[in-house]
């Protein structure tokens, strides 16, 4: 390939939007219809019974705070706004790709109480309004308004543009126009924001349905804004307005508020905070050109990525601030690895390649999606978890509701907005991130290109991309080659392409007029792999992990002779099966192991003498799918053989 590729690299490619994007039979053509058909539907349900919607009902006296216990229940939270906005947002993408009247109705009965909930000046928070007007905006370290509110905003946008309906979008417009009206540099306003983020990046998204630059510019000034003051803003709210809630964790790091973005080199704090903090500043970089932004980005991704980052994609170990502690410190048991972690790093890395062609990027937005994320709903499609560990006795299951349901909607949004990510284009250039059977319409540059990957990825590595073009589309096509692939092979009509010649950053780019039947095939091998830790995880220290292609595999008890924890791993060739009646079909492992014996060792626990073992097969399946059967043991990291 000539090597003007590298100059003409794409700088801001835009994604494909998912109604763009129609899957086939196959992996996320299952995924996206048990969302469509069982996990939005439910999720309304559960909504209805555990009381969330009546707290829309702000002429009625507010319920008391503490409700009956039941079996996930405790008290009301001041953030149930969210949700509403996040399944909304999941409705919506799901509506837009399949009509569904009675799901509308549902959407226009929430926007309803929420335009009858506002009030006057724009201000849309129900808990505030029903409980303790006067307490608005007293209290932004702790209360999550303007949270609440960027999430309103992004169901509004994405109701907007499946349905064409305004009411929903005018409302969050007024919200957002009251909030400007408080917030800001100018004499009066409060130089403040919020410290969950989430506001930035629906407002980002608001300017872009709109074209408003107003929504751009008070994105701007609440990243800008944030940990620059001294005393901190903070500090200085909690003095004028004593007397709020405790400080949550007690330190500025929690919420990425201790430094100005700009000079942040450490992902730290809360995990869902700081991504979706990353993910608006990535917007605003693309939006700005902001080479600043863009370098404090990268620093933060080397460091999450080389210190923080489990292997499945999820992140956070700690209960206590829900987030990150320090480097290297990856427990597999307590892993807290909350489902909204792993899918707001797909948010993350889904911006970051839009400003980056650079396959590390997709390969982690890939790899969050295909385990960490995955594993927070079961295959059925109506039971979370919250918290992903790496490691289980048994202890673990998935709920059908929690006391704060942050992740189920959260993972519905993305999966019914999957199609949005596997694609990205400008006038010059197509990129391909992610493979799935699908049929994919580009516009380039006003002529249409289709593109059909006929595939059964994740399962296997060969990939075959038919091209629909009514008039050539002259277009460098740059396809992704995983970071886990060692050996890719490409060829288009038949001819062998030079990959390693061809590739920058990791796409393999071509460059041609494409035409009607022209044909590309991608082979990525597919190896199971034996993954180690860095040295200073000493938690996994002499353990490995299967993965093969972007799967990570896990062993669960009720698969296998003994459980994960007697049994150690021979070095000898995994078997690759294929297991279509298994979990809804998935490609299991089966890998020569020894056995711990336990018999002779009765009451002892401890002894001078290994315990016996015999040879057996251990039997692993990929980690998303883990949980969805009788209780047990699980492991992702094995003890390895000699
Ligand atoms: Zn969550």
Known sequence: MPDSLTTTAPRRLNPVPHTRVTFHAGFWAERTRVNREVTIPTQFQRLEEEGFIEVLDVDLPPKPLVRPINEYGLSMQMFFDSDFGKWIEAASYSLATHPDPAIEAKIDFLVEKLDHAQLADGYLNSWFIRRDPEKRWTNLRDWHEMYSMGHLVEGAVAYFQATGKRRFLDVMIRC??????????????LRGYDAHEEIELALVKLFRATGEPRFLDLARYFIDERGTQDPHFFDEEARIHPGGKPFNFGTYEYSQSHRPVREQDQVVGHAVRAMYLYSAMADLAAEDGDTALKAALDKLWKHLTGRQLYVTGGMGPAVENEGFTRAFDLPNETAYAETCAAVSLVFWAHRMAAIDLDARYADHMELALHNGALSGVSLAGDRYFYENPLESHGQHRRWLWHYCPCCPTNLARLVASLGGYIASHDDENVAIHLYAASTIDFDVAGRALRLTQQTAYPWDG????????????????????????RKAAVTVNGESADVAGATRKGYCGINRRWEEGDEIRLALDMPVERLRAHPDVGMDADRVALRRGPVVYCVEETDNPAPPQHMRLLGEAAEVRDAPDLLGGVVTLAVPA?????????????????AETVRGTLTAIPYFAWANREPGAMQVWLRAGR
């Open 594 to 610: 020894t056995i711990d014996q336990t018999a002779d060792w009765r009451d002892t626990l401890y002894r001078p003498e290994p």
């Open 176 to 189: 957002v126009d009251h909030i400007a009206s408080r917030f800001g540099r100018e004499p009066g306003k």
């Open 462 to 485: 060969d990939i075959r991309i038919t091209v629909g073009a009514p008039e050539p589309v002259p277009a460098t096509l740059w396809l992704r080659i995983p970071g886990w692939c």
